[in-house]
């Protein structure tokens, strides 16, 4: 072979080599690489929480900010936009540019309950699932020695005494738990409204409500004893309540699960939307905060884009049937006057 031809040989071969190299490199997932490509972020990012300040949604948004900031490089910063059964904050975000700089931090609710309730300022065609930022159980409880034992609460619910319930978000899970609880036990309290988990527990710590299916942070009011937990919407009992049996011990079939997620309005660049994501992925693996969110009983479940995507659209779809077609949906809207 002469040395032309080696030459030759010798650049092809390095031009392929080469073009392997820059697939490899293209195709490997990871940040902040397609964070430079798309010049983002430049400037801080808001995180909207349509709830107040001090509950189990706030508490975990302020801990995926604090770990997200330090992945972005940038301040990611909480506004509480609370009112109309979370849904006011929701719309302020889906309103705003598609540029990844508003985010929306929510439970489920706003996102795949309240459209099957009434027409919305929003559509849900208008969100954008981001990420997934795990699930909770929310507990039946009451004040602390109110209620000797969950056999008299039931029994005074089915007396007709006039007992009240803390409802923190109308037609949303709580409330179509409760109002699920109530049908089959065969008992009946009406509905006091409050902006979140926080108002709900101070109030049914006064004693102002009788009882409540509720999140938040009960598990430190628990532990201290100044609360009452009869029962867990969760599949098996939880390790931070092992005394705790699941409605499903006791008889019923209901679930509590409230899962979360961070979103954005539609229109967002794929590129974009898959950057966040994946930050947002990472913010939750961060040791500091994966330890101070599971403390609350968060369960995590990170999940793609496109789990994320199809998680929202089955569990809307799941939503639509049960207020829609069960006695306690079909309960709920009455006493909404629909």
Not at 106 to 121: C, K, N, S
Not at 130 to 152: C, M, N, P, Q
Not at 173 to 201: C, K, M, R, Y
Not at 273 to 278: D, G, I, P, S, V
Request: glycine share 10%; with cysteine.
């Amino acid at each position: 072979m002469n040395q032309s031809m080696t030459s030759k040989t010798f650049r092809t071969l390095f031009v392929l080599v080469l073009a392997i190299v820059m697939v490899i490199t293209a195709c490997t997932p990871g940040q902040p690489e397609p964070a430079k490509k798309l010049d983002f972020p430049t400037k801080d990012i808001e995180l909207v929480l349509p709830v107040p300040a001090g509950g189990s949604s706030d508490t975990l948004a302020r801990y995926i900010a604090e770990s997200l900031s330090k992945e972005t490089g940038v301040n990611v910063y909480i506004t509480n936009q609370p009112g109309g059964a979370l849904t006011l904050g929701t719309n302020d975000v889906m309103k705003s540019a598609p540029d990844g700089y508003k985010l929306l931090a929510t439970p489920l609710g706003p996102i795949v309950m309240q459209f099957h309730y009434r027409e919305l300022a929003y559509k849900y065609e208008d969100i954008k699932p981001i990420a997934y930022t795990g699930a909770r159980y929310d507990v039946l409880a009451s004040k602390s020695g109110k209620f000797e034992s969950y056999e008299a609460l039931v029994d005074y619910l089915k007396s007709g005494a006039s007992a009240t319930y803390g409802n923190v978000a109308v037609g949303g899970l709580p409330h179509i738990a409760t109002e699920n609880f109530l049908l089959q036990i065969g008992g009946s309290a009406e509905s006091v409204g409050f902006d979140g988990d926080a108002d709900a527990l101070t109030a049914m710590l006064g004693g102002h409500v009788d009882f409540a299916i509720i999140g938040g942070n009960y598990l430190e009011y628990y532990k201290s004893g100044d609360l009452d937990i009869f029962a867990v919407g969760s599949p098996e009992r939880l390790e931070s309540m092992p005394d705790v049996p699941t409605f499903k011990e006791l008889g019923y079939d209901i679930d509590t699960a409230i899962w979360e997620g961070i979103y954005a309005p539609a229109g967002i660049s794929d590129e974009l939307a898959q950057y966040l994501n994946t930050a947002i992925n990472k913010a939750l693996k961060d040791p500091v905060a994966a330890e101070k969110i599971q403390a609350m009983g968060n369960v995590q479940n990170p999940m793609t884009l496109e789990e994320f995507q199809k998680f929202c659209d089955d569990q809307y779809a799941m939503y639509g049937h049960i207020i829609n077609e069960t006695d306690a949906g079909k309960r709920i809207k009455d006493l909404m006057g629909q």
